[in-house]
């Protein structure tokens, strides 16, 4: 049996605040969400790659629903965070930078949405 904070049990936690988010219940998905970071927070650390994911899927979830000063302030600190660890060109880097201009509504270059689809496949495809 997984404990509360294992790995397993934080990724399904994290699959089902994905499913209520897809199903617009916000709440439930902000509750897992927020979860599932400070799990990482604490078991990986702040800027560990995991840990910001989980902080990027929570500022989704407030953009989603209209917290806009949250999710962005979120979103900021996540692209900060993965420009200061991974480097500026890094993948995970540059689709921060892409999310947050689609949030903006400043638009997003074919080149980003085009690396965004590729690391969502691979992602899936390793699940």
């Given at each position: 049996?997984?404990?509360?904070?294992?790995?397993?049990?934080?990724?399904?936690?994290?699959?089902?605040?994905?499913a209520?988010?897809?199903?617009?219940?916000?709440?439930?998905?902000?509750?897992?969400?927020?979860q599932?970071?400070?799990?990482?927070?604490?078991?990986?650390?702040?800027?560990?790659?995991?840990?910001?994911?989980?902080?990027?899927?929570?500022?989704?979830?407030?953009?989603?629903?209209?917290?806009?000063?949250?999710?962005?302030?979120?979103?900021?600190?996540?692209?900060?965070?993965?420009k200061?660890?991974?480097?500026?060109?890094?993948?995970?880097?540059?689709?921060?930078?892409s999310?947050?201009?689609?949030?903006?509504?400043?638009?997003?270059?074919?080149?980003?949405?085009?690396?965004?689809?590729?690391?969502?496949?691979?992602?899936?495809i390793?699940?």
């Open positions: 049996m997984f404990g509360l904070d294992s790995e397993q049990t934080v990724e399904s936690s994290e699959m089902l605040a994905e209520y988010r897809f199903e617009a219940q916000w709440e439930e998905a902000e509750q897992l969400f927020v599932v970071m400070e799990t990482r927070k604490t078991k990986l650390g702040a800027d560990h790659p995991s840990t910001l994911m989980s902080m990027a899927n929570l500022a989704s979830t407030f953009w989603n629903q209209g917290r806009l000063e949250e999710a962005e302030q979120l979103d900021v600190q996540v692209m900060e965070t993965r200061t660890k991974l480097g500026a060109d890094h993948p995970h880097t540059m689709i921060s930078k999310t947050l201009s689609e949030w903006r509504g400043q638009g997003d270059s074919y080149p980003l949405r085009s690396l965004k689809r590729r690391l969502k496949r691979k992602r899936i390793k699940s």
